[in-house]
């Protein structure tokens, strides 16, 4: 048995996986072999997710019957509905009231225990669908709004606009949500998957799994990065200060920039490239250039610093929120969008990890004392 610490398990391999392959020197990103780029471009989420969790691309058929699979467990019960109304005017935060309704809607399954890869799979399947249900009559009840219908017709990017505002959404938003989730499916073994897979090593439900895989997301060194930097940009704003000022100023400070850095990508994330092209089309077309002038500059300023040499580098978060701030999507939604995505990274990787199950307990050196001596309490 090794003694070698690997603080943040920095590097250790855990297990073999056939999903997705983060190549860090290179900047690289495919899911099961085909590159980000071509799926971003070329393939719907509801493809993709077939991808992860069927092993192949679907046809026009098989698609059509997933699809309608996944739109068919969209409704969600009207007592967890009522939940969610509750965590909304106690002004919960959205991923905490996403978290906690995930969890909760457990209670209406009857197929608690998971056994097979199938079961898992189905259940996934529910609760992937689920998400945006919730999600969506979150934000419609912090406006003071009834929850809208799921639409079967349409498809998982589109329908969770349509129950947001309540219109179905145009081809351009429609399109950009759906490549936005299609880029943040499936990451190798982030923090948030690895939390799945650690519960479902366990052979818990999916749910527990999808509840932690929320929870480890939400943080600000992963998934709640891409708040942040909206953050930012609207802080750099209001500040009327010129943004290579600001980030100078928050440098000397100490601040470290969200958005940048990552475990793995030693270079710019393939996801950020994409993101940001599509910013540049969106700002293209509305013809309002900030935020892609801001976020341009920053990394520039930061390139110029010598972070991205030392292979400090934007990552998926830096630009994904400028994407959706344009489409009129509320801050605190982003991190939970994510979610939304990423959570059939989560039942693509519990169900491949459960497949040939080993429990995940690793290690910790030990470095309190070896022996004390016990004082009853009113001694003490
Ligand atoms: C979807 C995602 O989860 S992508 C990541 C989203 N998170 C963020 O964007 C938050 C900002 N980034 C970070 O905090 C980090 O880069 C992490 C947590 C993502 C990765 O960190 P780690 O691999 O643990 O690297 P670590 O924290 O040890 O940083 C290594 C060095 O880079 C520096 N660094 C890392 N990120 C940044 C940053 N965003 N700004 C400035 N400096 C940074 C650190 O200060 C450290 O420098 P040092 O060696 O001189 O002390
Ligand atoms: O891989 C990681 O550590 C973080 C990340 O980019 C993701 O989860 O998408």
């Known amino acids: ?9 920095e590097g250790v391999l855990v297990t073999e996986s056939e999903l997705s392959h983060v190549d860090g020197e290179a900047g690289r990103l495919v899911y099961r072999g085909y590159d980000i780029e071509e799926l971003a471009r070329g393939a719907s989420y509801e493809e993709v997710l077939y991808l992860l969790w069927h092993g ?88 003071g709004e009834a929850p809208v219908d799921p639409d079967p017709d349409l498809s998982h990017a589109g329908n969770f606009l349509y129950m947001l505002t309540g219109v179905e959404p145009d081809t351009v938003s429609e399109e950009t949500f759906d490549m936005a989730l299609t880029l943040h499916a499936d990451h190798g073994l982030n923090a948030s998957t690895f939390t799945a897979m650690v519960i479902g090593s366990t052979m818990a439900d999916v749910y527990s799994g999808v509840t932690g895989g929320i929870g480890a997301l939400s943080g600000s060194l992963h998934g709640g990065a891409n708040q942040d930097v909206m953050e930012l940009l609207y802080e750099i704003d209001e500040s009327s200060k010129d943004p290579v000022q600001w ?27 994409i993101l940001e092209d599509k910013l540049r089309d969106l700002s293209d077309s509305s013809g309002d250039r900030t935020w892609l002038d801001y976020t341009t500059a920053i990394e520039a300023h930061l390139t110029e610093e010598g972070l991205l040499e030392k292979g400090i580098a934007p990552n998926v978060d830096f630009y994904s929120g400028s994407v959706y ?56």
């Open 56 to 143: 192949s691309l679907p046809t026009r058929d098989e698609l059509d019957s997933f699809s309608a699979s996944l739109a068919a467990e969209r409704d969600v019960d009207s007592e967890v509905l009522e939940t969610v109304r509750t965590l909304a005017d106690a002004d919960e935060r959205p991923m905490a009231a996403l978290r906690t309704a995930t969890s909760m809607l457990s209670a209406y399954d009857d197929d608690e225990a998971v056994e097979s890869r199938g079961e898992t799979i189905e259940q996934g399947t529910r609760i992937t669908a689920k998400v945006p249900t919730v999600l969506a009559a979150f934000e419609r009840a912090r406006q």
């Open 247 to 273: 980030v100078k100023d928050a440098r000397d400070a100490g601040r470290r920039i969200p958005g940048f850095g990552h475990r793995v990508y030693e270079v710019k994330d393939p996801r950020a490239r």
């Open 325 to 380: 701030d344009s489409m009129g999507i509320p801050m605190d939604l982003f991190t939970p969008i994510f979610a939304m995505s990423r959570v059939g990274g989560w039942v693509a990787h519990v169900a491949e990890y459960q497949e040939d199950n080993r429990l995940i307990r690793p290690r910790a050196r030990y470095t309190g004392p070896e022996s004390a001596e016990f004082v009853p309490i009113d001694e003490r």
């Open 1 to 9: 048995m090794s003694d070698e610490l690997k603080r943040g398990l």
